[in-house]
């Protein structure tokens, strides 16, 4: 049970020993305890005590796990931005974001049509209030509703390693459907690669993942639908085995650039690693 006031330490101890990370706060704790603590910027505030307070989960997140998760998704994203870029997509295109949460990079894809879609709407909510220029909507991935052909570029990422095996070929046949012939379907999940390390650690990187693909799976998934792999690269991120071990390193790497760096590279040589892949549709 952590007993230090980490507000004292100025932010050198980890809110893994900190007393206040878990309890529930007003947002002036937030603000006066935390805040000056972690140097958290008012986008970090609101999103702490949003998902206190309105997240369907309603769970208090301690902020370096707010910044380890964060600086997840943006490698992610800033993987897919740079491709569509590299690929020329044209500005005013059409992109639709499956999964999209509160929508947190958004701004990255303002140049182009943007789409958020996500089952649930108290997420959908918070983006539609902070990316009013955006288009939010609630869709099931297995049946969207949206035209053929709607989008020029489809964005699914850390989605499909949450489906069951017998639900995923639906999700792949409904991004296809809706990607224009010629246009770019970018997906990124966990390799399920097993190695020596997996065995010892655990084979999942987030107990709520229903299991990990491997790479020849996702192959044989987007082939099965009809659709053209172009490439497949590994994304700079810290992905970590799920567990008490690697929480603890977040902790200590959350707001630790140098840290977080060398532990990339340590689980990934080891075979924890996210991968994405870009495909396309005839």
């Excluded at 740079?82 to 992109?95: F, I, S, T």
């Excluded at 650690?201 to 107990?207: A, D, I, L, Y």
Aim: hydrophobic share 45%; glycine share 8%; with cysteine.
């Amino acid at each position: 049970m952590p007993i230090l006031d980490g507000s004292a330490y100025n932010g050198r101890v980890p809110c893994l020993l900190c007393r206040h990370a878990r309890r529930r706060k007003t947002r002036q704790e937030w603000e006066t305890i935390c805040g000056p603590c972690r140097r958290l910027s008012a986008d970090e505030l609101e999103i702490l005590h949003w998902n206190q307070e309105c997240d369907p989960d309603r769970v208090v997140v301690p902020p370096n796990m707010l910044r380890h998760s964060r600086m997840n998704s943006d490698a992610r994203y800033v993987s897919a931005f740079q491709y569509l870029k590299a690929w020329q997509l044209a500005a005013g295109a059409r992109v639709l974001d499956i999964g999209c949460g509160i929508s947190a990079q958004a701004e990255m894809f303002h140049g182009w049509r943007y789409v958020g879609a996500d089952v649930s709407v108290p997420r959908l909510g918070y983006a539609a209030r902070t990316h009013p220029w955006a288009w939010y909507t609630a869709q099931s991935v297995g049946n969207l509703g949206f035209a053929a052909g709607a989008f020029d570029a489809v964005l699914c990422l850390e989605v499909v390693e949450h489906l069951a095996p017998a639900e995923r070929p639906a999700l792949a046949r409904e991004l296809l459907r809706v990607l224009r012939p010629g246009g770019l379907l970018i997906l990124t999940t966990p390799d399920g690669r097993m190695t020596v390390a997996k065995h010892l650690f655990g084979t999942k990187c987030e107990r709520s993942h229903e299991r990990e693909l491997t790479r020849r799976e996702v192959e044989t998934l987007l082939a099965g639908v009809g659709a053209w792999l172009v490439e497949c690269r590994p994304v700079a991120s810290l992905i970590q085995p799920a567990g008490r071990l690697a929480a603890v390193l977040a902790h200590f790497a959350g707001d630790r650039p140098a840290w977080r760096g060398r532990l990339a590279q340590w689980w990934a040589r080891v075979g924890y690693r996210t991968l994405l892949y870009v495909a396309t549709r005839p």
